[in-house]
């Protein structure tokens, strides 16, 4: 380790890995210092269950927003794989259970599925039509997402050739998305099922003045200008692996188990300090780059963090591990193939609307939508070969309106109410219960793991839980000091966010990672011009 580099970069998930690798390929020193033992932050494999050779991704599951220009400059060698069923959602009609599968490969077994729910072809085209705002909207903004802030009104404008076009940006940038969702769709299911990708993580309805359930959707349906959520092969520790490597190789030196102790920011240079390996270090650098929240950085400088309602987290994951799939109720489908994509659980529309009024009210909702995905139907490498042959699968489960202040007080007792309420969930649309089909720990217990916003604060920093750090944003400037700028830049000099907390921040995207990177570069050439 040197007494002075030209960048630092505090924390070592994968954004941070993604500004480390564009940096130093360029000629800069890098060092990443990061708090836990292991590289790669919510972006990890773990083996979850000791007793079980099976490596889960324990915070982040599924890629989207990973673009494919950051792939092919750093070279990376992934592996995203397409899931046959997109999502499936099991109802109960005239006693009888089945489910709505809608497909990533025929198109005809989409239609087939909205019209046995609804009874009418008009659901089914007035579903393609409203997604196809979202696909008219990623068009025309994804490539901003590596480029400067633009203003606004400039983004509006891209949106000015056609009808289709203006009807995009007014339903997704102007007016709550539960105007257009209405307006297209009148089946219960089908307007929860669209609407649960404006909820996932964050505490919202559809008719919020915030637009905060805007934001959200966006973030879901945008990725790469088709919004379709690939499996990583290997887990979500492949793509933190492989940034590290090109990280390392690129010549960034990274430290673990550090504790920062104090951040001294002046004008042209800034100082680290903080203790490894029982000892105090200090080092002197150029350019900070923050990889964690403004509420942390608030603490480290010694200010008083101003948050705002919008930035509370709201999500509830359970990670599973399964000695077998269970059965369904609704024998339509097979599981594997109900199983392989998103599976909805008590997110109708009406059903999510009183489960945020009664969240909202200060109560554990009486039935806590969710949703469900097993890694395991579309890769199966990270099981060992012993459990592949057994048969074995994991199963995350993501809850909403499940907000942190819920958890704030008691965390313990009310963890363990939640646990139970998704687990029931789930298991009205099963024939056997999924209790029975996990595997068992050599102590007797199931494994199974709960994290609530309170553990992902604890474990990760996040603010109050919220997976995004803070409020989603939209993609352009809300601000006119915004325009021009990366969406990184903090009210101190050569000090800039790389991680979810920077504007267009969110997701595993390595997107604020490539713009902080941007940002340094950018002052480094300015100032060998003056």
């Known amino acids: 380790m040197k007494a002075c580099y030209d960048v630092v970069i505090l924390g070592a998930g994968h954004n941070g890995l993604v ?67 997109g999502s499936f959602t099991p109802y109960e009609k005239n006693g009888h259970h089945d489910g709505l599968l809608l497909s990533n490969v025929s198109e005809e077994t989409s239609r087939e599925s909205i019209v046995r729910l609804t009874g009418s072809e008009r659901e089914w085209e007035q579903m393609k039509k409203f997604y196809g705002l979202s696909r008219v909207f990623a068009e025309k ?56 990708d404006a909820k996932i993580g964050v505490s919202t309805h559809p008719h919020d003045p915030t637009l905060l359930q805007n934001r959200c959707y966006l973030y879901h349906l945008i990725g790469n200008k088709t919004g379709e959520w ?9 793509v933190a692996g492989k940034l590290e490597k090109a990280a390392r190789a690129a010549g960034a030196g990274m430290l673990t188990l550090v504790k920062l102790s104090a951040l001294e920011l002046g004008g042209k240079q800034h100082c680290v300090t903080f203790e490894h390996d029982g000892k105090t270090q200090r080092v002197d650098t150029t350019f900070l780059l923050v990889n964690f929240g403004r509420n942390v950085l608030s603490e480290l400088v010694g200010q008083t963090y101003e948050s705002d309602k919008t930035d509370e987290g709201s999500v509830f994951k359970i990670n599973l591990l399964l000695k077998r799939l269970p059965r369904l109720k609704a024998t339509h489908y097979p599981a594997d193939e109900a199983f392989r994509g ?128 803070s409020a989603p944003t939209f993609p352009f400037a809300t601000a006119a000091e915004q325009v021009g700028t990366w969406g990184v830049e903090t009210e101190f000099e050569n000090v800039f966010f790389c991680g979810s907390s920077a504007h267009r921040g969110g997701a595993v995207s390595g997107i604020p990672g490539h713009n902080a990177a941007q940002k340094v570069l950018q002052a480094i050439n300015r100032s060998s011009h003056e």
């Open 19 to 85: 500004a480390a690798t564009y940096l130093a390929r360029a000629g800069l020193s890098v060092l990443m210092l990061e708090k836990n033992n292991y590289i790669g932050g919510a972006t990890t494999s773990q083996k979850v269950f000791p007793d079980y050779d099976a490596s889960l991704s324990r915070y982040s599951y599924l890629v989207s927003l990973f673009p494919e220009k950051i792939i092919r400059d750093l070279g990376l060698e992934l592996e995203l794989r397409r899931r046959t069923t």
């Open 141 to 196: 903004v994804w490539d901003s997402m590596l480029e400067p802030l633009v203003s606004k009104e400039e983004m509006r404008g891209r949106f000015q050739g056609d009808a289709t076009s203006q009807e995009a940006w007014r339903s997704l940038a102007e007016e709550p998305l539960g105007v257009s969702l209405e307006g297209y769709l009148d089946h219960d299911l089908l307007r929860g099922l669209v609407f649960t």
């Open 230 to 238: 690939k499996v990583p092969v290997g887990g979500m520790g492949a």
């Open 342 to 469: 998103t599976f909805h659980i008590d997110e109708g529309y009406a059903e999510m609307n009183l489960s945020y009024e009664q969240a909202l009210a200060g109560h554990l909702p009486d039935k806590l939508p969710s949703e469900v995905y097993c890694h395991t139907l579309t890769d199966d490498s990270i099981l060992s070969p012993e459990l592949r042959t057994e048969g074995f699968h994991t199963l995350t489960l993501f809850g909403i309106d499940t907000p942190w202040s819920l958890f704030a007080s008691d965390n313990k007792t009310v963890s363990q109410q939640a646990q139970r309420k998704f687990l029931d969930g789930i298991n009205h649309w099963l024939a056997e219960p999924l209790e029975e089909c996990l595997a068992v720990a050599r102590d007797g217990s199931l494994c199974l793991e709960s994290k609530s916003p309170v553990d992902i604060e604890d474990s990760l920093g996040l603010f109050h839980g919220n997976i995004f750090q």
